[in-house]
């Protein structure tokens, strides 16, 4: 897997100054199967193009905090993108600003079109590496706010997007639009059952039961709202599967493939996945969620 680290500046508009996108991209390389992670390495273009997915970080959290995952998506031959988005960062120069959230879905529209410039451009390291057509959100907690702003809000909605990962995410009422009233792109929702912080049960309950299929949720049983995304071990490896078997239903169109995600995410006493169209209600509700 080869590694690179780019700076994306966004020009000043709308009112918000020049903004300035530190961002990693993942993609397979050549060298041996297994081996280290390469800065700058070749990129492995024989079995491209690859299908683009765009990782949006909790608040508060350095995205390569999730390197595990972000690995794991990248040697299974996706290019996996991870912005720092201004303000959310614990680094973040302007200190950490959570309102901020309302423009990131403008940053990542802005991400995806600057990897896809890059993919056209013809000579460089990313010259039609990706597949334009095969392209993936992932995000988690305000991340997952945000990539599901960015599918499924009249505020923000971006059609290049085919496919959609909410990790314990929520509808927010923050951004000024109104959710689900076009046809929906396939989305997977993955949720700890012991998440007591910003996104519990009930917000991705009610993102779910408000979404059109195709439609997945996968319940993290016992898990947090972090537990399952950062740490290893056994349900990790349960998102690390059901994300990658959905990732290839839906992003490279392998209809064989939902047998298998359903037996990766049905794990007894770990974790249950369905694909009904409404969830049971749950207790509860949803922090910062749009009345009515």
């Known amino acids: 897997m080869g590694t690179t680290s780019l700076t994306l500046t966004e020009s000043a508009a709308n009112g918000l100054p020049t903004r300035s996108l530190v961002t990693t991209v993942r993609y397979p390389a050549i060298g041996t199967p297994g081996g280290p992670d390469v800065a700058n390495a070749?990129?492995?273009?024989?079995?491209?193009?690859?299908?683009?997915?765009?990782?949006?970080?909790?608040?508060d959290i350095q995205p390569e905090r999730y390197a595990l995952l972000l690995n794991a998506w990248a040697k299974a031959g996706y290019v996996v993108v991870d912005p720092t988005y201004p303000f959310t960062s614990p680094n973040s120069p302007g200190g950490l600003v959570r309102t901020d959230i309302v423009h990131h879905p403008a940053d990542l529209s802005f991400v995806i079109s600057s990897i896809l410039d890059l993919n056209a451009h013809a000579g460089g390291t990313f010259s039609n590496l990706i597949?334009?057509?095969?392209?993936?959100?992932?995000?988690?907690?305000?991340?997952?706010?945000?990539?599901?702003?960015?599918?499924?809000?009249?505020?923000?909605?971006?059609?290049?997007?085919?496919?959609?990962?909410i990790l314990s995410g929520a509808e927010l009422a923050w951004f000024q639009g109104a959710y689900f009233t076009t046809?929906?792109?396939?989305?997977?929702?993955?949720?700890?059952?012991?998440?007591?912080?910003?996104?519990?049960?009930?917000?991705?309950?009610?993102?779910?039961?408000?979404?059109?299929?195709?439609?997945?949720?996968?319940?993290?049983?016992?898990?947090?709202?972090?537990?399952?995304?950062?740490?290893?071990?056994?349900?990790?490896?349960v998102v690390i599967r059901v994300t990658l078997d959905f990732l290839e239903r839906y992003l490279r169109h392998d209809q064989a493939?939902?047998?298998?995600?359903?037996?990766?995410?049905?794990?007894?006493?770990?974790?249950?996945?369905?694909?009904?169209?409404t969830l049971g209600p749950s207790t509860g509700s949803c922090p910062d969620a749009p009345v009515g």
């Open 42 to 59: 070749a990129p492995l273009r024989q079995k491209g193009p690859y299908p683009l997915i765009v990782f949006s970080q909790g608040f």
């Open 183 to 237: 046809p929906g792109v396939p989305m997977l929702v993955v949720q700890g059952t012991n998440d007591l912080v910003e996104n519990p049960v009930a917000c991705s309950v009610e993102l779910y039961n408000e979404a059109p299929e195709p439609k997945y949720y996968l319940s993290m049983i016992g898990q947090t709202h972090l537990s399952a995304y950062l740490a290893p071990g056994a349900p990790m490896q």
């Open 131 to 165: 597949n334009p057509a095969e392209l993936g959100v992932i995000g988690q907690s305000d991340g997952g706010d945000v990539s599901l702003a960015a599918i499924a809000n009249t505020c923000c909605r971006d059609a290049r997007i085919k496919a959609a990962v």
């Open 257 to 277: 493939i939902g047998n298998t995600m359903t037996a990766a995410g049905t794990v007894p006493g770990l974790a249950t996945i369905t694909s009904q169209t």
